[in-house]
């Protein structure tokens, strides 16, 4: 069976964070979008049968406060992608790793384990870990240099590689892990998955460029995307010899009317978000990550609302298709999107503004896959 990211050089496109409450919309709206399993099974065939290429989800173990107590709510990403790649028949479906709260043996088994029920068709978020309370939470201490964060995601990464590809038994010695008498079956069913890690620090790029396929990173418009584009495929050349895509995340109001599209965009993130939540996200991220520059944090606090600080799609169908288009022509392999009830809008999205990414030559139809 054929990997629905490798499958042709067009632009492809992921959901991001439905297995999360909320999204990426830190609102009040009673109608947000509730992250149940039976929601996400629902997108999940949908997303299959409209050809929608991967999901890519978020994990987290404690919410961001305020009067939603944004992301309290979390499936964890292994069983869900396990559960959801049965479920489907084309699309990827990957699991979000932290490096620091997983131990790499357990982790290859899993993920060979989600990988050969998908046959296929998972893929692994590596992370290095930034959120402090979390780490507090499991009882870890933060590294204070960045520096180690990558230093041992590296390593987890290095020992994840070597138990998907070596056979027996052996040894695996390391700063952060050391490993005696380690063996692992299964194996991925093609050696490895696609690799995407979230970098837009200095470090987070470079480790992405080393290991990741896909570099997943904040942008703030399509100008700045070609910039970065160019930066981390030069740097993943001449450094490392590879080639890797770059994808940024997406927040999507699509209506028939552009009036439409922008009058719900302020009832969810205006009138009704949670700002004490994107307050509160807005400045772990200040302290504790380096994905947003300081003037992008001091600038985005509507964006955060509408969709966690990621790059807006908001309008007609046109609109948003060109929008989408503006990312293509700047070297961007794909975009995730979300929306505030990722059914329904992508039930619009589908019918409206894929076949017009087609029209353009940005998309491939996808062949149609048999229901589970």
Request: charged letters at 25%; one cysteine or more; hydrophobic letters at 40%.
């Amino acid at each position: 069976m054929g990997n629905a990211l490798s499958d042709g050089g067009d632009f492809k496109l992921g959901l991001f964070s439905p297995n999360c409450t909320g999204g990426l919309a830190v609102t009040r709206i009673p109608e947000r979008w509730s992250a149940s399993w039976p929601d996400n099974l629902r997108l999940a065939r949908l997303a299959d049968r409209a050809g929608i290429d991967f999901i890519l989800p978020i994990a987290r173990w404690i919410g961001y406060g305020g009067e939603t107590n944004f992301h309290e709510g979390v499936l964890e990403p292994i069983p869900w992608a396990s559960g959801l790649l049965a479920s489907t028949r084309r699309i990827v479906v990957f699991a979000t790793v932290h490096t620091a709260f997983n131990h790499p043996v357990v982790s290859a088994k899993q993920l060979a384990t989600v990988d050969q029920v998908g046959e296929g068709r998972a893929g692994l978020n590596i992370v290095a870990g930034w959120n402090q309370p979390e780490y507090e939470a499991m009882g870890v201490a933060l590294p204070s240099e960045h520096d180690d964060r990558y230093a041992m995601a590296q390593e987890w990464w290095d020992h994840v590689r070597a138990l998907w590809t070596r056979e027996g038994r052996f040894d695996l010695d390391g700063r952060f892990f050391s490993l005696r008498g380690v063996e692992s079956m299964p194996k991925p069913v093609r050696s490895s998955l696609p690799i995407l890690n979230a970098g837009s620090s200095k470090q987070g790029r470079a480790f992405a460029a080393r290991n990741a396929d896909f570099v997943f990173t904040i942008i703030a418009d399509p100008a700045e995307g070609e910039r970065v584009v160019a930066e981390l495929t030069e740097s993943a050349r001449s450094e490392y010899g590879r080639e890797v895509g770059v994808m940024s995340p997406a927040h999507v109001v699509c209506r028939s009317s552009h009036s439409e599209a922008r009058d719900y965009l302020h009832y969810y993130a205006e009138e009704y978000a949670d700002w004490e939540a994107v307050d509160n996200l807005m400045r772990l991220q200040g302290m504790h990550a380096q994905s947003f520059t300081k003037d992008m944090l001091a600038t985005f606090r509507s964006r955060f609302a509408a969709g966690h600080g990621t790059c807006p799609l908001i309008g007609t169908p046109d609109e948003v298709a060109a929008e989408i288009e503006r990312y293509a022509r700047a070297g961007l392999a794909g975009m995730t999107l979300s929306f505030v009830d990722y059914v329904t809008e992508l039930e619009f999205f589908a019918a409206e503004v894929i076949p017009r990414l087609e029209a353009k030559g940005i998309r491939v139809p996808r062949p149609e896959v048999a229901t589970v």
